[in-house]
C-alpha cells in the first residue's frame, strides 16, 4: 500500500485541498473571530454587573470614565459594535465556509471521475456501478455536508476551550481547576467513542454502495423484471439490502446516541463546582459578584458545547469514511498507460498487424493464443466465429480496452502501446454489437464524439447508415429524443444509428462488430448496397455472425478457441470444405427454409 493510501483521510483531504489553502484560512479566520465576537456578551454582562456594584470604582473607570451612564454607555457602544462584528463574520465564514465546500465537491466529483474514465475496462467489470455512483455522488456530498458546519464547529470548539480556559485561569484559578476538571474525561470519551464508530460508519458507506447497486442494477433491467413478473422478487431483495443499511444505521446511531447523555452528566460536575465554589468565594469577598455571575454564565459556554462534539465527531466519522472511499479510487493505478507519441488521424494509413498475440481475461483461460494477423491498409477483412472464439476481443485488444499479455499489435508500423490512447481511438470508428445511445436527440447521439459537426453531414451519415428514412419519420425528426439508451427506438434503429455516428467521425479504420445483427433483411441488403462506398479509402473489419455480410471482404478470418483456424475468400474457403463452409450451408439452410415455409 502506498504511502497516501496508508495516511490518515483528514491529512489525504488538506493536501487535495492545498490550490484553496488561502480560503480555507480565511474561513478559518471568520470563524475563529465569529466565536471571539459570540463570546463577548458573558464579559460585557460582567461588566455591566461591576459597574452597576462597583460605580466609580468598576473596571471601565480605570480607563478614564468615572460616570455611572457614561460606563453604561461605553457598554451599550461595545455591545453594538460586538454584536455587528459577530454577525459580520457570521456571514463572512458562513459564505466562505459554503463556497470552499461546493468547489471542493466540484473539483473532487471531476477528478474522481476524470479518474474513472481512464481505468481499464476489467476495472468495471469488478466494480458496480451502484457502489461507482455511490462513491461518486453520495460520498462526495457527505464532505459537502461536513465542510459546510462540521469544520466552522471543530474551529469554534477549540477557539471557546482556549479562550474561556484562558480567561477562568486569569480570573479565578482556584475555581477554574474544579471547572474544567470533567474536560479530560470528555476529550477520552470523544476519542474512545471516535474510534469505535469509525468501523460502523465505514460500514454504514459500505451498505449504502450494495443498496445503491441493487436499485440502479433492478432500474436498469426494469423491463426484463416485467416481463417476467418478478417485481416481488426484486422488492424482497431491495427489501433485504435496505435493511441491511438500517441495521448497519442502527448499530452506528446506537452508539452515537449515548455520547451527549454521557457527556451532559460529566459537564454537571464542573457546573456545578463552578457554582458552589464559586459562590464560596464570592460570599468570603475573594471574588467580585460581577466575576462570580460572569463565571457562572461563561461555564455553560465553554462546557455544553462538549455535547454538540459528539453531533460533530459524528458527522466528521461520515465524512473520513466517505473522503477515504473517494481518495481509494482517485489512488486506483491507471493499468493502460497512454503513450506519448502523437498519430495525427490524417496520417494515419490504416495497415494492423497483430504479432503472436497472447490475451487472457483476468481469472480465465486463454482468449486468444499466439495469434497472427495482418490487415493491409483500405482493404475490408472479415472475421467469423463461434460465440466465445474471441472475435469482439480483437476489437478490445485493438482500441487498447485490454493489455496483450505477449506479443504487440502495430498500426502502420508503430506498437499501439506508444501512440497517446486519444489518437489510437480517434482513428478507430467502432460500432459495438452491445449499442449505447445517450439520452438526448436523435442528432445529438449521431454527432457525438463530432461534437462541430453541421447538421447536413449529420443527415448525410444517417443516409449512408440506411437511418434517414425511419428518422424523418420520427415526430421531431433529427430533434426526437430518443430517451435514456435510446429505449424510444427499436434495436435496429438504435444499431443504425451507431453506425451513422462511426460514419460521420469518418475514421480512417471502420470495425463492424455485428453491426448488422439487429436489422432486418431489407435494412441489411440496404446497409450491404452502402458498405462499398463506406469502405472506401479505410481499413474495415467487420466481425459477424451473417456470412452474407462480409462474403465480399478481400480475405475473411474464420476463429475457433482463440486461434486462427482459417483464412481466405468467400470462395477460397468454400473450397476448403471447413468450418466456414459449414456456417455457410448452415445459414443458407436456414434461409431456403425460411423462404419456403
Request: proline share 3%.
Amino acid at each position: 500500500m502506498s504511502a497516501v493510501a496508508a495516511s490518515n483521510p483528514l491529512q489525504r483531504l488538506l493536501r487535495y485541498s492545498r490550490p484553496h489553502r488561502a480560503q480555507v484560512w480565511q474561513a478559518s479566520f471568520c470563524s475563529v473571530l465569529n466565536k471571539i465576537f459570540d463570546l463577548a456578551p458573558p464579559y460585557l454582562i460582567g461588566m455591566a454587573v461591576d459597574v452597576v456594584v462597583k460605580r466609580e470604582s468598576s473596571w471601565i473607570s480605570k480607563v478614564g470614565v468615572t460616570s455611572i451612564i457614561g460606563q453604561l454607555a461605553v457598554l451599550s457602544v461595545l455591545t453594538f459594535l460586538i454584536w455587528s462584528l459577530e454577525s459580520l463574520f457570521e456571514y463572512a465564514y458562513d459564505r466562505l465556509w459554503r463556497n470552499l465546500a461546493q468547489t471542493l465537491q466540484h473539483e473532487l466529483r471531476l477528478s474522481a471521475y476524470s479518474h474513472l474514465q481512464e481505468l481499464e475496462l476489467s476495472f468495471f467489470e469488478e466494480q458496480s456501478t451502484g457502489t461507482l455512483l455511490s462513491i461518486l455522488n453520495d460520498d462526495i456530498n457527505q464532505l459537502e455536508r461536513f465542510l459546510d458546519s462540521g469544520a466552522n464547529e471543530i474551529l469554534q470548539f477549540v477557539t471557546t476551550f482556549v479562550f474561556v480556559g484562558g480567561t477562568f485561569l486569569l480570573l479565578a484559578p482556584g475555581v477554574s481547576w474544579f471547572a474544567m476538571l470533567p474536560i479530560p474525561f470528555i476529550l477520552w470519551g470523544s476519542i474512545a467513542f471516535q474510534k469505535r464508530l469509525a468501523p460502523r460508519y465505514a460500514d454504514v458507506r459500505q451498505k449504502a454502495s450494495l443498496i445503491n447497486s441493487r436499485l440502479a442494477n433492478n432500474l436498469s433491467g426494469i423491463a426484463t423484471i416485467k416481463s417476467f413478473t418478478s417485481e416481488d422478487y426484486e422488492r424482497d431483495r431491495v427489501a433485504v439490502e435496505s435493511q441491511a443499511y438500517r441495521a448497519s444505521n442502527r448499530r452506528a446511531i446506537a452508539l452515537s446516541a449515548a455520547f451527549v447523555p454521557l457527556i451532559r452528566i460529566i459537564i454537571l460536575v464542573g457546573f456545578t463546582a463552578t457554582l458552589f465554589l464559586g459562590g464560596i468565594e464570592a460570599a468570603n469577598g475573594r471574588l467580585s459578584v460581577g466575576t462570580y455571575g460572569f463565571m457562572v454564565f461563561i461555564i455553560q459556554r465553554l462546557l455544553w458545547p462538549f455535547t454538540r462534539l459528539g453531533q460533530t465527531m459524528d458527522q466528521y466519522q461520515r465524512a473520513m469514511a466517505s473522503i477515504n472511499r473517494v481518495m481509494n479510487l482517485l489512488d486506483t493505478p491507471i493499468a493502460i498507460p497512454t503513450g506519448d507519441r502523437s498519430l495525427p488521424i490524417h496520417q494515419v494509413r490504416g495497415e494492423v498487424t497483430l504479432d503472436h498475440i497472447t490475451f487472457a481475461y483476468q481469472g480465465r483461460g486463454h482468449a486468444l493464443e499466439n495469434l497472427s494477423l495482418h490487415i493491409p491498409a483500405g482493404q475490408t477483412i472479415g472475421v467469423v466465429g463461434a460465440t466465445g472464439s474471441g472475435k469482439s476481443t480483437l476489437v478490445k485488444l485493438l482500441l487498447r480496452f485490454y493489455e496483450i499479455q505477449q506479443g504487440q499489435i502495430l498500426l502502420d508500423g508503430i506498437d499501439i502501446r506508444e501512440l497517446r490512447l486519444r489518437d489510437l481511438r480517434r482513428c478507430i470508428g467502432w460500432v459495438s454489437q452491445e449499442v449505447f445511445l445517450f439520452h438526448g436527440t436523435v442528432a445529438d447521439n449521431i454527432a457525438y464524439g463530432s461534437f462541430d459537426v453541421t447538421r447536413s453531414e449529420v443527415m448525410r451519415s444517417a443516409k449512408l447508415a440506411e437511418a434517414h428514412e425511419f428518422i424523418h419519420a420520427l415526430p421531431d425528426g433529427y430533434d426526437t429524443v430518443i430517451g435514456e439508451r435510446g429505449q424510444k427506438l427499436s434495436g435496429g434503429q438504435r444499431q443504425r444509428l451507431a453506425i451513422a455516428r462511426a460514419l460521420l467521425k469518418d475514421p480512417p479504420i471502420l470495425i463492424l462488430d455485428e453491426a448488422t445483427s439487429a436489422v432486418d433483411n431489407e435494412t441489411e441488403a440496404a446497409i450491404q448496397r452502402s458498405l462499398e462506398y463506406i469502405t472506401q479509402n479505410r481499413t474495415t473489419i467487420a466481425i459477424a455472425h451473417r456470412l452474407s455480410t462480409i462474403r465480399h471482404a478481400h480475405r475473411i478470418y474464420v476463429m475457433d478457441h482463440g486461434r486462427m483456424v482459417e483464412q481466405g475468400t468467400h470462395e477460397a474457403l468454400l473450397k476448403q470444405d471447413g468450418i466456414y463452409a459449414s456456417l455457410w450451408r448452415l445459414q443458407s439452410g436456414i434461409s431456403e427454409s425460411r423462404s419456403l415455409s
